[in-house]
């Protein structure tokens, strides 16, 4: 049975930070509103973003505005073929004046960490981000030390036949709440961009619009927005569709079932909406589950995996 997606009731915030925040975002990222909406879900969601494309199509650009419009801390990490671990989490550093060895927090102690072309460095270091994306914290010597919140990775990746790149592991793909593709920008909104002067000019001009305790409010505000029975049945519809219908070679996680149900509630808070509706699940599923599903041989589903989950499965 086939589903067509469901029109939201309203796509206009009520919180009025929200609103500042976009109409600052589509300013600096032109022409792209759904990837600025669902980057701005994705923190709000507590997760992790995963952002692949060629250079030069505005992936660090939404990065810096996102830190920039929510009054947040941020550090870029150019990932090379020569990162160390330690050169993101920190080292012990010995001080002559206390005598004793202190610990010294590397760029993974900043509230928006941008991982620049993450696929580039070595699997080792690629794996010292797992412990920090998924606990909010990382181990040196025995010793656990938290991350600040909100703690929001960034990563950029370009694709796997370009020189020099490794492809993340499964388990560190999964860490990632979505995946998104930004593309070439539509032709009215790149002669925009070409007529409307430097992004990195109108970066900093963006005037922040919150701060790290005004985030830490709307990601609480996020988890209580209400989630119908029904709407629980159609999101646990999709995940058995992932893991039944045979169309790809391992199906959704329970891990990946929470984070989907994190990212609709976020979806539909930004959107104002009273509740869950449909339309913010079916919103971010394709960015969701593109990287967590692998499709089988050709005779099945074809295409992005998350669409074509959401063309199989009906609204129950």
């Known amino acids: 049975m086939f589903n067509r997606p469901v029109t939201a009731a309203s796509s206009t915030p009520t919180e009025p930070h929200l609103v500042a925040a976009l109409k600052s975002l589509n300013n600096i990222l032109l022409g792209k509103p759904e990837a600025t909406r669902l980057a701005l879900a994705c923190l709000l969601a507590r997760g992790h973003l995963l952002i692949e494309d060629v250079p030069g199509v505005g992936k660090t650009t939404l990065a810096q505005a996102l830190a920039r419009v929510l009054g947040l801390g941020f550090h870029r990490i150019q990932f090379t073929s020569d990162l160390l671990p330690a050169d993101l989490l920190g080292s012990m550093v010995f001080t002559r004046k206390e005598e004793r060895f202190v610990f010294q927090p590397?760029?993974?102690?900043?509230?928006?960490?941008?991982?620049?072309?993450?696929?580039?460095a070595t699997p080792r270091t690629q794996s010292a981000l797992l412990e920090a994306m998924q606990e909010g914290q990382i181990s040196i010597d025995g010793r656990s030390y938290r991350l600040p919140q909100p703690f929001f990775v960034i990563a950029t990746q370009n694709p796997l036949d370009q020189i020099g790149t490794y492809p993340l592991p499964e388990s560190q793909l999964d860490r990632f709440a979505?995946?998104?593709?930004l593309g070439y920008p539509p032709p009215i909104a790149e002669r925009a961009l070409y007529q409307g002067g430097s992004r990195q000019e109108k970066l900093t001009q963006i005037t922040p619009v919150l701060n790290a305790e005004g985030v830490r409010t709307l990601q609480q505000a996020v988890t209580?927005?209400?989630?119908?029975?029904a709407l629980l049945d159609y999101l646990q519809a999709l995940i058995g569709w992932s893991r039944d219908s045979g169309f790809y070679r391992h199906g959704l996680s329970p891990r990946a079932g929470l984070m989907l149900l994190a990212l609709s509630r976020a979806h539909a808070f930004i959107c104002g909406h009273p509740a869950v509706l449909p339309a913010d699940l079916q919103a971010v599923v394709p960015a969701a589950v593109g990287h967590r599903l692998q499709l089988r041989a050709p005779g099945g589903a074809t295409g992005n995996p998350g669409q074509s989950l959401l063309d199989a499965v009906a609204i129950p």
Do not use: H, K, M, W
Not at 108 to 117: K, Y
Not at 178 to 181: D, N, P, Q, S, V
Not at 224 to 229: F, K, L, N, R
């Open 178 to 181: 979505l995946r998104l593709i």
């Open 106 to 120: 590397g760029p993974l102690f900043t509230p928006v960490v941008l991982a620049d072309e993450v696929n580039r």
């Open 224 to 229: 209580a927005v209400p989630v119908a029975p």
